[in-house]
């Protein structure tokens, strides 16, 4: 992808992104309702994030991680779980499927997150620090204990992809948006595991809190600042579409990972906290 496509010249925002600090290596990562802690320091770095919108039809999953689809939905309340069970999870299991050519497709559940205020609707924060929610080693563990859950008498898959599907269902523009990073722009050897922990309430001093090792629910992967991290973001995104985009593909042939963060974009001045709702899934072929 370069910086112009055709006659329309892509621009970028200054944004500001929270890498993990040198230093930090002891990591964990508690989640309880409505709040979330980190066990690592961070440091921000202004970084140009490009705009998306212009050439947001050459972004292909199997080659930059990421991809914008235009998706409508028969949910009318984003907020109501019970709906969300019932329609939505359900509607991105289809589109996952005929978007990937997947045999299975497993949902891990609905997650809202808003920008303010983000207990209402047991929604959690706006995700702010660079992350991927799948270390290799985390995803490879979930997706054989899923496999085994959903599909005791199948066999084995060749291929396991896990991804997130991510809507906005508050208007725009967005206070808040995603940023992805173009995977080509990441060193393979980049990241470090993150193990994750869920928990009733946030320990005191999650730095020394004592931990039941198996309780572990997964690791994710954090990332330490790099010049050449390509960032993109895609403005204006409306309920009407998705940003599509992998944690861990098996298959390291193609794009298999995708760096991403929420970040506040200095140049809106949003009436309405940014609220998206993502589902976590793991497709399988075989």
């Given amino acids: 992808m370069n910086a112009s496509s055709g006659v329309q010249q892509v621009t970028s925002v200054q944004g500001e992104l929270n890498y993990l600090a040198p230093g930090s290596t002891a990591l964990r990562r508690f989640t309880a309702p409505g709040a979330s802690v980190n066990t690592g320091s961070y440091e921000p770095h202004v970084m140009p994030i490009r705009n998306g919108r212009p050439v947001q039809d050459e972004f292909q999953l199997d080659v930059h991680g990421f991809e914008i689809v235009g998706h409508r939905s028969a949910v009318s309340d ?7 069970d019932a329609v939505y999870v359900p509607e991105v299991i289809e589109f996952v499927k005929q978007r990937t050519g997947a045999d299975e497709v497993v949902a891990r559940g609905a997650v809202l997150r808003r920008a303010a205020a983000a207990g209402e609707h047991g929604s959690q924060p706006a995700a702010a620090l660079i992350h991927i929610d799948y270390s290799p080693e985390g995803a490879e563990m979930v997706a054989k204990r899923i496999h085994a859950e959903e599909f005791p008498n199948r066999p084995s898959y060749r291929r396991a992809l896990a991804a997130s599907v991510w809507r906005v269902f508050s208007p725009p523009p967005q206070d808040w948006p995603l940023a992805v990073c173009d995977f080509r722009s990441v060193r393979s050897n980049e990241g470090l595991s993150n193990q994750l922990y869920f928990v009733d309430r ?8 004592e931990v039941d090792e198996s309780t572990m629910v997964t690791s994710g992967s954090e990332f330490l600042y790099s010049p050449d991290h390509e960032w993109w973001y895609f403005p204006e995104m409306t309920r009407d579409e998705v940003l599509f985009f992998a944690f861990h593909d098996s298959d390291h042939s193609r794009a298999w990972r995708v760096i991403h963060t929420a970040f506040r974009d200095p140049t809106v001045d949003a009436a309405v906290p940014r609220h998206s ?9 075989r």
């Fill in 202 to 209: 946030l320990p005191d001093d999650p730095v020394t809190a």
């Fill in 78 to 84: 984003f907020t109501d779980k019970a709906e969300l």
């Fill in 277 to 285: 709702v993502e589902v976590r899934v793991f497709a399988f072929f």
